[in-house]
């Protein structure tokens, strides 16, 4: 019968996979430096994932200082690791962002 067929037939499945990207993890990564600091006075928690990456490492990786500013001053985690364990200053050398890379420099970071 025709499900039967259907289930033994070598048919290959293609998934989606919903990507799910905070508002902050948006606006760090469009660089909307007025949306972060609008985000962060409403008390948006600045550590929350989105795709395994913290908002400081989309600033990281995006090359965006004035913004890692912004989330360091509120409490952002600058050494801790996204999902795949890279901290900002590795995503910003992985990502040749060379401003974000200086300004981490600073923060002695072991693990980059």
Known sequence: NASNEILTSNVEVETLKTVVV??????????????VNKLIKAGVDV????NGMMPIHYAAKY?????????????SEIHKPCDKGYT???????????????????FKDTNA
Request: hydrophobic share 40%.
């Open 22 to 35: 905070s508002p902050l993890c948006k606006a760090v990564a469009t660089g909307n430096l007025s949306e």
């Open 63 to 75: 090359n965006r200082v004035e913004i890692i500013k912004a989330l360091i001053t509120a409490g």
């Open 88 to 106: 900002a200053l590795r995503h910003a050398k992985k990502s040749k962002a060379i401003d974000a890379e200086n300004f981490l420099k600073r």
């Open 47 to 50: 550590s929350v994932k989105s």
